[in-house]
T-cell receptor
Framework: DQQVKQNSPSLSVQEGRISILNCDYT??????FLWYKKYPAEGPTFLIS?????DKNEDGRFTVFLNKSAKHLSLHIVPSQPGDSAVYFC????????????FGTGTRLKVLA | DAGITQSPRHKVTETGTPVTLRCHQT?????MYWYRQDPGHGLRLIHY???????DKGEVSDGYSVSRSKTEDFLLTLESATSSQTSVYFC?????????FGPGTRLTVT
């Protein structure tokens, strides 16, 4: 049973436009969420996080929105750049104290020049 | 970059042979993790450690064991490799604010 879902396996966006990547979760105990970016043949790299006490967190071109009632989070990239082309994973963690993260299946973003 | 290395980076082995993958960190993080990445499945947690000699199972632990005798090293062992364990394996170190991943090990079991 997939507790963290990324229902769009791929997304193509024109350079300069907004990219919106979505993530849904089922476990209401999750209280910390992260986004990772992964290039081919490399390990995932941390991008941005959000705690459940917030509904928005911004870092430069990247903004994560959290809608707890809908159990939904999204990552907005504005403006999108060709270097943003990668696989994006969302991950969630509960307040169990074990720092275990459940990852989604990933969305491949392609930014077209 | 977080100081995480994995060895070997690539390995081809035969079904039924034992395989050990090593993760080494220089960050003195308490938490260490092993994941596997497969198409359509994303990253799935195999085992994790929350201290020296303290380990626990993740969601896909069958066929794998781990050991952590020092803070800096976390070993993943496939006791008898099977073709279903062909994958890319990532080690990560973590804190309460996220995890930092190593470069990965591509394992092929023939």
């Amino acid at each position: 049973d997939q507790q963290v879902k990324q229902n769009s396996p791929s997304l193509s966006v024109q350079e300069g436009r907004i990219s919106i990547l979505n993530c849904d979760y089922t476990n209401s105990m999750f209280d910390y969420f992260l986004w990772y970016k992964k290039y081919p043949a490399e390990g995932p790299t941390f991008l941005i996080s959000i705690s459940s006490i917030k509904d928005k967190n911004e870092d430069g071109r990247f903004t994560v929105f959290l809608n707890k009632s809908a159990k939904h989070l999204s990552l907005h990239i504005v403006p999108s750049q060709p270097g943003d082309s990668a696989v994006y994973f969302c991950a969630a963690s509960g307040s169990s104290g074990t720092y275990k993260y459940i990852f989604g299946t990933g969305t491949r973003l392609k930014v077209l020049a | 970059d977080a100081g995480i290395t994995q060895s070997p980076r690539h390995k081809v082995t035969e079904t039924g042979t034992p395989v050990t993958l090593r993760c080494h960190q220089t960050e003195n993080h308490r938490y260490m993790y092993w994941y596997r990445q497969d198409p359509g499945h994303g990253l799935r947690l195999i085992h994790y450690s929350y201290g020296v000699k303290d380990t626990d199972k993740g969601e896909v632990s069958d066929g794998y064991s781990v050991s952590r005798s020092k803070t800096e090293d976390f070993l993943l062992t496939l006791e008898s490799a099977t073709s279903s364990q062909t994958s890319v394996y990532f080690c990560a170190i973590g804190s309460g604010e996220g995890e930092y991943f190593g470069p990965g090990t591509r394992l092929t079991v023939t």
